[in-house]
């Protein structure tokens, strides 16, 4: 069966893909619709849903919820994927380096990941934007620091189990250089585990992203679900609204990405879904 | 025995890797103790930050430095705050009864109804409750802890009036006894559901699968095949053995479950660790960060090396490898 008839067969994944494409659609199209700064004054504020032009109300200082939500989405999409292609980089390259090598070399990759597994992630990313002042990079290079390390255990047990098999001795007599071999040749065997886990990361990445924007981490030049949600929490007893629909934006987009990440699952790996 | 102190001799490494990284952390950071007291004071000379940096040590080569730090964390002198004019290490053990309180809430209250909810939805696979229960978990694994907690306060603390907003105990109302522990146990609740139903989530999948892994393993067909009920094969045969990797998780967990703590703790006022993140965070008080960082890293150690003493006794088949 081909990738989509296996992933169509899971009824919540396509259910997620159709939110997904949704928040995605609202994400590029956020300037069409909302072509003012979200964070510039736009009415009257503290307005309740569906009163004085808002949709969904407006905050303190008269800032359209929609539109933050709408210019939000694009912050949020952005930071996971870029966060996850960072944090799934060095995962490859750590778990490759490890279990490619084995050894000493694999020895102590495996410490330090195993420190890094330790320590708790999302203080250290906390502590990491601090250091580095908020910014979309700072927050990207926090989340990939904490969560590179499952991607590395993964890959490397997959080299482990690939590395001695035919092809790859095969690939060592025809003289092909180490490198080569664990690009060219292991990696594109073992990257559809690391397709699902990766598509689960946009998810916590996501998550751990709106948590430091809520904590006051978020970067201070662009809109963002957590920070809507941060300034809002002020207003919790007058202005419910405001903290609201940002979150309703993060569960929808988190719990889209975990259904299409366990779609993934089963159209990659078949076998899995139907032994349980 | 051998086993515990072998667990224990691993350990050390990741305990040594962790000061350094902390201390490293510590030099990227911008401007040193004297930039900050500096800052305080509104106005030194050159001269003066030079004597104070010679006092301090900081004039020092870097392993001279890092070799003073580690004397220093092994005294537990992790520091001054000088925002708050207290040692650091002070302040933290001033503030971790709250936080170990919410935390072994939390955790008794995430791994209570995850077994229970998991045991449920194993045991009427496919049924409406199976359903229901996969659709909760897969909702609160996806809902950020933050927006929860406000969420709560909004229903039950400004509508309903069920529950306070906001800190520990009521210092107005001067209670004593059991009345200031009911009190404390009131300001409890919310914190803790907040904070306990992302890995209640968690736990609920986990002991679904667990049990359904367990029920087809060679045992349960022997102990049907001996006559024994199903229920008896469920609740002592299956159960035990599915508790196992429950357990393990709860352990590898406590690390996320600080993380959530400084938001939980954040939003509710709750005077532990957390909120003494917050407040460092927001007067760029890195230092006291940095202290609570660490402190939060040996305390994950610490307690995966007990659940893994737990678990080995529990189940001899595992070893140090």
């Known amino acids: 069966m081909t990738f989509w008839k296996l992933f169509a067969r899971n009824r919540g994944a396509v259910v997620g893909l159709g939110i997904l494409v949704l928040i995605a659609v609202m994400a590029a199209t956020a300037s069409l619709f909302f072509p003012a700064d979200p964070f510039s004054l736009a009415g009257k504020p503290m307005s309740p849903p569906g009163e004085n032009g808002f949709l969904l109300g407006s905050d303190s200082l008269g800032r359209d919820v929609a539109a933050g939500i709408a210019h939000g989405a694009k912050t949020s999409l952005l930071i996971g994927l870029l966060a996850t292609l960072v944090a799934v980089g060095i995962g490859i390259v750590m778990g490759a380096l490890a279990g490619y090598y084995g050894g000493p070399i694999d020895n102590l990759l495996m410490r330090v990941t195993e420190m890094f597994q330790t320590i708790p992630s999302f203080i250290f990313a906390i502590l990491l934007v601090a250091i580095m002042k908020p910014s979309i990079e700072s927050i990207v290079i926090a989340i990939a620091v904490v969560s590179w390390p499952a991607v590395a255990r993964l890959v490397r047990g997959e080299f482990l189990s690939l590395r001695n098999r035919e092809f790859v001795q095969a690939c060592h007599t025809l003289g092909m250089s180490d490198v080569r071999i664990m690009l060219g040749e292991i990696l594109p065997n073992c990257l559809s585990p690391v397709i699902v886990i990766g598509s689960l990361m946009v998810a916590t990445a996501i998550l751990i992203e709106s948590g430091l924007a809520f904590l006051g981490l978020g970067d201070p030049n662009i809109m963002s679900w957590g920070f809507q949600i941060g300034a809002g929490r002020t207003l919790l007893r007058s202005a419910w609204w405001v903290c609201t629909f940002p979150g309703i934006a993060i569960l929808l987009t988190v719990l889209a990405i975990n259904l299409v990440g366990e779609g993934i699952n089963d159209a990659l790996n078949p076998r899995l879904r139907e032994r349980t | ?321």
Do not use: C
């Open chain 2, 1 to 321: 025995m051998r086993y515990v102190v072998k667990r224990l001799l691993q350990a050390i490494p990741i305990v040594l890797a962790i000061v350094v990284l902390n201390f490293f952390l510590l030099q990227l950071a911008e401007g040193d103790a004297v930039d900050v007291l500096a800052g305080e004071a509104g106005s030194a000379t050159p001269e003066y930050m030079a004597e104070l940096r010679a006092k301090f040590g900081l004039d020092k080569p870097l392993p001279v430095q890092l070799a003073v730090y580690l004397k220093n964390v092994v005294m537990f002198d992790l520091g001054y705050s000088f925002r708050h004019d207290m040692p650091v290490s002070q302040l933290i053990l001033d503030r971790l009864v709250p936080t170990l309180l919410l935390m072994v809430a939390t955790i008794t209250l995430a791994v209570g109804f995850g077994i229970l909810l998991g045991l449920v939805a194993a045991m009427g696979l496919n049924t409406w409750r199976d359903t229901a229960i996969s659709i909760f978990a897969l909702i609160t694994y996806a809902t950020p802890l933050f927006w929860v907690g406000l969420m709560l306060i909004v229903v039950f603390s400004l509508n309903l009036r069920w529950f306070p907003t906001s800190g520990m105990e009521n210092f107005a109302m001067f209670y004593e006894g059991w009345d200031r522990v009911k009190d404390i146990a009131h300001h409890l609740v919310l914190p803790t559901v907040t904070l306990s139903l992302f890995y209640l989530a968690l736990y609920t999948r986990l002991m679904r699968a667990s049990m359904l892994e367990q029920a087809g393993q060679d045992y349960v067909t022997t102990a049907r095949a001996k006559g024994v009920t199903e229920n008896r094969i469920m609740f002592v045969h299956v159960l035990r053995n599915a508790l196992l990797p429950v357990v393990t998780m709860a352990g590898v967990q406590v690390g996320a479950l600080i993380g959530g703590s400084v938001i939980v703790e954040s939003v509710f006022a709750w005077p532990g660790l957390g909120m003494l993140a917050f407040e460092a965070l927001f007067s760029r008080d890195l230092n006291l960060l940095l202290g609570i960082f660490l402190l939060s890293a040996l305390l994950v150690v610490a307690v995966n090396l007990v659940v893994d003493i737990i678990y080995s006794s529990l189940d001899p088949r595992i070893e140090v490898n």
